[in-house]
């Protein structure tokens, strides 16, 4: 029985691009660019496997969020050659992010979330951009993204609800960065943006602190901080 769970899944060219949901002419035009490994040869028939299937998978997440072919394959490159893992942020789409990415085999993943690295889980972290896949490696985009969330999941929140808060996060965290660019644009230029930047993060730290800080301080109280006060009575 072990060794049958241990074979890996084959596809012929038709089987693979009904699998990862694209054209047999974009199957062949990836193959051409390299961006897929090249398939394992049966005399005139390519077969593929699940490391082929990851790849198109990641590359259709990294195209939703608007990478560039090009910039897709520098990336594969990247996995190939065994680029170390702290120079891919650009190619995640980073820009001079001061995250850290961290790259993980399947199996260290799934240390990290002690059982909730489900395929629905894993499809969601794919959308959301936290993770891009490449065969049977993983690269996180974030190592103190990484470190809170399966933090989170140890205390007994559910991944889901995990990446389903981010998703709200990512949505608030968009509009912060808009309103802070616009504000540093609009009076001293495009070029003053990455210099102001720890600025705009300690406003942000500072005020959500704060924020929480008042919020626990209202649920505290109770509701007997928020009743009308008793009349007094005049004294005779």
């Known amino acids: 029985m072990e060794a049958e769970a241990a074979v890996t899944r084959e596809y012929r060219t038709q089987e693979l691009a009904e699998a990862a949901g694209i054209p047999v002419r974009t ?23 699940d490391q082929h299937l990851a790849r198109l998978r990641t590359i259709a997440a990294l195209l939703e969020r608007g990478h560039t072919l090009g910039g897709i394959a520098e990336l594969t490159a990247a996995f190939e050659k065994g680029r170390d893992v702290g120079q891919l942020g650009e190619l995640l789409g980073m820009g001079w992010s001061e ?106 730290e500072a005020e959500l602190t704060m924020a929480m800080d008042r919020l626990h301080q209202r649920r505290n109280a109770g509701p007997a901080a928020h009743a009308p006060a008793e009349p007094q009575t005049p004294s005779s």
């Open 27 to 49: 199957l062949r035009f990836y193959r051409e660019r390299k961006l897929l490994p090249p398939p394992r040869r049966e005399g005139r028939i390519a077969w593929y496997d």
């Open 99 to 204: 995250e850290t990415p961290v790259r993980l085999t399947p199996e260290a993943l799934a240390d990290y979330f002690e059982g909730e690295a489900t395929p629905e889980n894993l499809a969601a972290s794919l959308d959301l951009g936290y993770l891009a896949a490449d065969g049977e490696e993983i690269v996180h985009v974030s190592r103190r993204l990484l470190d809170a969330s399966s933090a989170l999941v140890r205390e007994g929140v559910p991944l889901a609800a995990v990446l389903e808060t981010g998703r709200l996060v990512r949505e608030h965290a968009d509009a912060l960065a808009a309103l802070f660019t616009e504000l540093i644009t609009a009076r001293l230029g495009e070029e003053a943006v990455a210099r102001l930047r720890p600025l705009a993060k300690s406003v942000v």
